[in-house]
Protein backbone atom coordinates (compact mmCIF):
# COMPACT_ATOMS: atom_id res chain seq x y z
CA UNK A 1 0.00 0.00 0.00
CA UNK A 2 1.35 3.65 -0.24
CA UNK A 3 1.33 4.11 3.60
CA UNK A 4 1.84 1.92 6.85
CA UNK A 5 -1.78 0.68 7.69
CA UNK A 6 -2.49 -0.28 11.36
CA UNK A 7 -6.02 -1.21 12.72
CA UNK A 8 -8.04 -0.92 14.61
CA UNK A 9 -7.51 2.52 14.75
CA UNK A 10 -9.61 2.49 18.48
CA UNK A 11 -9.93 -0.54 20.43
CA UNK A 12 -11.70 -0.35 24.13
CA UNK A 13 -11.49 -3.39 25.67
CA UNK A 14 -12.06 -4.68 29.25
CA UNK A 15 -9.03 -5.72 31.19
CA UNK A 16 -8.33 -9.53 31.42
CA UNK A 17 -9.33 -9.44 27.57
CA UNK A 18 -6.72 -10.37 24.74
CA UNK A 19 -6.00 -7.89 22.54
CA UNK A 20 -4.57 -7.99 18.54
CA UNK A 21 -3.34 -5.32 16.54
CA UNK A 22 -2.29 -5.22 13.11
CA UNK A 23 0.18 -3.61 10.72
CA UNK A 24 0.31 -3.67 7.13
CA UNK A 25 3.60 -2.05 5.93
CA UNK A 26 4.68 -0.23 3.14
CA UNK A 27 4.80 -2.51 0.11
CA UNK A 28 8.91 -3.58 -0.21
CA UNK A 29 9.74 -2.65 3.11
CA UNK A 30 11.49 -5.90 4.89
CA UNK A 31 11.92 -4.00 8.26
CA UNK A 32 9.04 -3.88 10.42
CA UNK A 33 9.00 -1.82 14.11
CA UNK A 34 6.37 -1.67 16.99
CA UNK A 35 6.29 0.97 19.44
CA UNK A 36 3.97 2.05 22.44
CA UNK A 37 3.45 5.64 23.31
CA UNK A 38 1.46 6.68 26.48
CA UNK A 39 -0.34 9.83 26.82
CA UNK A 40 1.90 12.48 27.00
CA UNK A 41 5.32 10.45 26.28
CA UNK A 42 7.99 9.42 23.89
CA UNK A 43 7.79 6.39 21.51
CA UNK A 44 8.73 3.57 23.21
CA UNK A 45 10.42 0.78 21.50
CA UNK A 46 8.76 -3.18 21.82
CA UNK A 47 10.38 -4.98 18.59
CA UNK A 48 11.37 -5.23 15.21
CA UNK A 49 11.08 -7.34 12.48
CA UNK A 50 13.71 -8.14 9.44
CA UNK A 51 11.10 -10.22 7.40
CA UNK A 52 9.45 -12.58 9.09
CA UNK A 53 12.07 -12.80 12.05
CA UNK A 54 12.72 -10.82 15.18
CA UNK A 55 15.94 -10.19 15.81
CA UNK A 56 15.45 -7.44 19.05
CA UNK A 57 12.54 -8.24 21.40
CA UNK A 58 14.30 -6.38 24.09
CA UNK A 59 11.59 -3.76 24.49
CA UNK A 60 8.29 -6.09 24.93
CA UNK A 61 7.37 -5.15 28.57
CA UNK A 62 6.04 -8.36 29.88
CA UNK A 63 5.40 -12.27 28.25
CA UNK A 64 1.95 -11.12 27.67
CA UNK A 65 3.42 -9.41 24.63
CA UNK A 66 3.85 -10.93 21.50
CA UNK A 67 4.30 -10.67 17.81
CA UNK A 68 4.88 -12.31 14.80
CA UNK A 69 4.89 -11.33 11.12
CA UNK A 70 3.86 -13.86 8.28
CA UNK A 71 4.75 -13.48 4.36
CA UNK A 72 7.61 -10.73 5.27
CA UNK A 73 4.60 -8.55 5.10
CA UNK A 74 1.88 -7.93 7.33
CA UNK A 75 2.10 -7.88 11.50
CA UNK A 76 0.11 -8.57 14.38
CA UNK A 77 0.96 -7.53 18.29
CA UNK A 78 -0.61 -9.37 20.58
CA UNK A 79 -1.59 -8.54 23.92
CA UNK A 80 -2.55 -10.88 26.09
CA UNK A 81 -4.53 -10.23 29.59
CA UNK A 82 -4.81 -7.20 29.07
CA UNK A 83 -4.06 -4.11 32.02
CA UNK A 84 -4.81 -1.13 32.58
CA UNK A 85 -1.42 0.50 32.29
CA UNK A 86 -1.22 -1.00 28.67
CA UNK A 87 -3.56 1.88 27.67
CA UNK A 88 -1.77 3.29 24.99
CA UNK A 89 -1.07 4.63 21.10
CA UNK A 90 0.65 1.41 19.15
CA UNK A 91 2.51 2.72 16.26
CA UNK A 92 3.62 0.30 13.58
CA UNK A 93 6.64 1.50 11.21
CA UNK A 94 8.35 -0.08 8.27
CA UNK A 95 11.77 1.09 6.55
CA UNK A 96 13.76 -0.52 4.22
CA UNK A 97 15.98 -3.24 5.11
CA UNK A 98 18.11 -2.18 8.42
CA UNK A 99 21.62 -1.79 8.15
CA UNK A 100 22.09 1.32 6.84
CA UNK A 101 21.63 4.24 9.05
CA UNK A 102 19.66 6.47 6.63
CA UNK A 103 16.80 4.30 5.60
CA UNK A 104 13.73 6.94 6.68
CA UNK A 105 11.10 4.76 8.99
CA UNK A 106 7.31 5.33 8.17
CA UNK A 107 4.49 5.53 10.61
CA UNK A 108 1.47 4.41 10.87
CA UNK A 109 -1.40 6.83 12.58
CA UNK A 110 -1.87 4.03 15.64
CA UNK A 111 -3.96 1.69 16.99
CA UNK A 112 -5.46 4.05 20.11
CA UNK A 113 -5.75 1.00 22.73
CA UNK A 114 -7.89 2.18 26.31
CA UNK A 115 -8.13 -0.80 29.06
CA UNK A 116 -11.16 -0.15 31.53
CA UNK B 1 22.14 5.95 29.83
CA UNK B 2 19.45 8.55 27.70
CA UNK B 3 20.69 8.53 24.14
CA UNK B 4 18.62 11.37 23.35
CA UNK B 5 18.19 14.33 24.88
CA UNK B 6 15.47 17.20 24.13
CA UNK B 7 15.73 19.82 26.87
CA UNK B 8 12.54 21.66 26.05
CA UNK B 9 9.40 20.27 27.02
CA UNK B 10 7.65 23.35 24.95
CA UNK B 11 8.28 26.20 22.88
CA UNK B 12 6.56 29.40 21.92
CA UNK B 13 7.18 30.96 18.97
CA UNK B 14 5.57 33.85 17.23
CA UNK B 15 4.08 33.24 13.51
CA UNK B 16 6.41 34.06 11.03
CA UNK B 17 9.27 33.83 13.29
CA UNK B 18 12.35 31.04 12.71
CA UNK B 19 12.44 28.59 16.43
CA UNK B 20 15.01 26.43 16.85
CA UNK B 21 14.34 22.84 18.98
CA UNK B 22 16.84 21.26 20.53
CA UNK B 23 18.29 18.05 20.85
CA UNK B 24 21.79 16.13 21.93
CA UNK B 25 22.43 12.44 21.14
CA UNK B 26 24.69 10.20 22.80
CA UNK B 27 26.79 7.39 20.98
CA UNK B 28 29.50 5.91 20.07
CA UNK B 29 28.80 4.11 17.27
CA UNK B 30 30.81 6.14 13.92
CA UNK B 31 27.80 5.60 11.96
CA UNK B 32 24.36 7.01 12.86
CA UNK B 33 21.93 9.09 11.55
CA UNK B 34 19.87 11.38 12.82
CA UNK B 35 16.31 12.23 12.47
CA UNK B 36 13.63 14.90 13.25
CA UNK B 37 9.86 13.55 13.68
CA UNK B 38 6.35 15.97 13.56
CA UNK B 39 3.19 14.46 15.66
CA UNK B 40 0.10 16.65 15.49
CA UNK B 41 -2.80 16.16 17.97
CA UNK B 42 -3.62 13.77 15.46
CA UNK B 43 -1.14 11.43 16.23
CA UNK B 44 0.30 10.33 12.86
CA UNK B 45 4.32 10.62 12.98
CA UNK B 46 5.36 12.87 9.96
CA UNK B 47 9.21 12.54 8.91
CA UNK B 48 10.57 15.83 8.41
CA UNK B 49 14.48 15.87 7.75
CA UNK B 50 17.43 13.44 8.42
CA UNK B 51 21.36 13.95 9.22
CA UNK B 52 23.43 10.98 8.66
CA UNK B 53 26.80 11.49 10.66
CA UNK B 54 29.27 11.69 7.63
CA UNK B 55 27.28 14.09 5.65
CA UNK B 56 29.82 17.22 5.15
CA UNK B 57 27.03 19.67 5.24
CA UNK B 58 23.23 20.52 7.13
CA UNK B 59 20.72 19.20 5.62
CA UNK B 60 17.68 21.16 4.74
CA UNK B 61 14.11 20.22 3.34
CA UNK B 62 12.02 23.10 2.58
CA UNK B 63 11.69 25.35 6.01
CA UNK B 64 13.21 22.63 7.73
CA UNK B 65 17.15 22.40 8.46
CA UNK B 66 18.97 20.86 10.74
CA UNK B 67 21.71 22.47 12.41
CA UNK B 68 24.44 19.25 12.94
CA UNK B 69 27.28 20.03 15.41
CA UNK B 70 29.23 16.48 15.18
CA UNK B 71 31.72 17.51 18.38
CA UNK B 72 28.93 19.01 20.63
CA UNK B 73 26.72 16.17 19.71
CA UNK B 74 23.73 17.88 18.66
CA UNK B 75 20.92 18.01 16.11
CA UNK B 76 19.16 20.93 16.28
CA UNK B 77 16.38 21.43 13.93
CA UNK B 78 15.41 24.79 13.00
CA UNK B 79 11.66 26.24 11.41
CA UNK B 80 12.04 28.94 9.57
CA UNK B 81 9.02 31.13 8.75
CA UNK B 82 6.77 29.11 11.51
CA UNK B 83 3.22 28.95 10.71
CA UNK B 84 0.17 28.03 12.63
CA UNK B 85 0.36 24.38 11.51
CA UNK B 86 3.68 24.20 12.91
CA UNK B 87 1.86 23.84 16.46
CA UNK B 88 2.91 20.23 17.20
CA UNK B 89 4.93 17.85 19.39
CA UNK B 90 8.46 17.29 17.37
CA UNK B 91 10.70 14.69 18.01
CA UNK B 92 14.81 13.76 17.13
CA UNK B 93 15.67 10.63 16.81
CA UNK B 94 18.88 8.31 16.65
CA UNK B 95 19.24 5.45 14.44
CA UNK B 96 22.87 3.72 14.99
CA UNK B 97 24.29 2.06 11.84
CA UNK B 98 27.22 -0.12 12.22
CA UNK B 99 26.68 -2.24 14.95
CA UNK B 100 23.23 -2.44 13.41
CA UNK B 101 21.18 -2.83 16.74
CA UNK B 102 18.42 -3.50 14.78
CA UNK B 103 17.99 -0.51 13.13
CA UNK B 104 15.41 0.95 15.58
CA UNK B 105 14.96 4.56 15.95
CA UNK B 106 15.71 5.93 19.63
CA UNK B 107 13.55 8.70 20.00
CA UNK B 108 13.67 11.87 22.62
CA UNK B 109 11.29 12.78 25.07
CA UNK B 110 9.45 15.73 22.61
CA UNK B 111 9.20 19.28 22.36
CA UNK B 112 5.71 20.64 22.02
CA UNK B 113 6.21 23.52 20.06
CA UNK B 114 2.47 26.32 19.75
CA UNK B 115 3.39 29.07 17.52
CA UNK B 116 1.16 31.75 17.88
CA UNK B 117 -0.68 34.03 15.62
Known amino acids: GAGVSQSPSNKVTEKGKDVELRCDPI?????LYWYRQSLGQGLEFLIY????????KSGLPSDRFSAERTGGSVSTLTIQRTQQEDSAVYLC??????????????FGEGSWLTVV | AQKITQTQPGMFVQEKEAVTLDCTYDTSDPSYGLFWYKQPSSGEMIFLIY??????QNATEGRYSLNFQKARKSANLVISASQLGDSAMYFC??????????????FGQGTELSVKP
Open chain 2, 51 to 56: QGSYDQ
Open chain 2, 93 to 106: AMREGRYNQGGKLI
Open chain 1, 93 to 106: ASSLATGLAGNTIY
Open chain 1, 27 to 31: SGHTA
Open chain 1, 49 to 56: FQGNSAPD
